[in-house]
């Protein structure tokens, strides 16, 4: 993904808008011949409250992996703590957040690993709604 990631960002460079980058990323993983999901809707429980569609995913490559995608000239705080709390909703383990507004991918690239998994250890009233398993 990072080697996709890299040949978008060194052609044609920063300063598209977010959506072309995901629409050229989403393209080129599937070429190499990865399931690739885009702006896929989550919905969620908190506190008593279901949130139908509350956010979606830029990109969720193999049912495990999260891109979010960003082109700003710098990314703020906020933008990791989010993409925390959507790994956190989905129980996911680890996210990549790319900003191809950055000089350079190397700036541009952050791995967010989500260490608090919600089965474990998240508060109750918060948990992504999921259809259940059927039993083995």
Do not use: W
Not at 8 to 23: A, I, N
């Amino acid at each position: 993904m990072v080697d996709a990631a890299l040949k978008l960002h060194t052609r044609p460079g920063p300063g598209l808008l977010e959506s072309v980058y995901e629409l050229v990323l989403a393209r080129e993983l599937e070429q190499r011949g990865l399931i690739v999901e885009r702006q896929k809707p989550v919905s969620f429980d908190f506190d008593g409250l279901h949130f139908n569609d509350a956010f979606r995913v830029d990109l969720l490559v193999e049912g495990c992996v999260f891109v979010e995608l960003k082109s700003v000239e710098t990314l703020a705080p906020v933008h990791s703590k989010q993409l925390l709390i959507y790994l956190r909703l989905l129980n996911l383990p680890v996210g990549l957040l790319i900003n191809f507004g950055a000089a350079t991918l190397k700036d541009g690239l952050h791995r967010i690993v989500n260490n608090d998994r919600p089965s474990l250890s998240a508060s109750p009233r918060l948990r992504v709604s999921q259809k259940p398993e059927p039993p083995r």
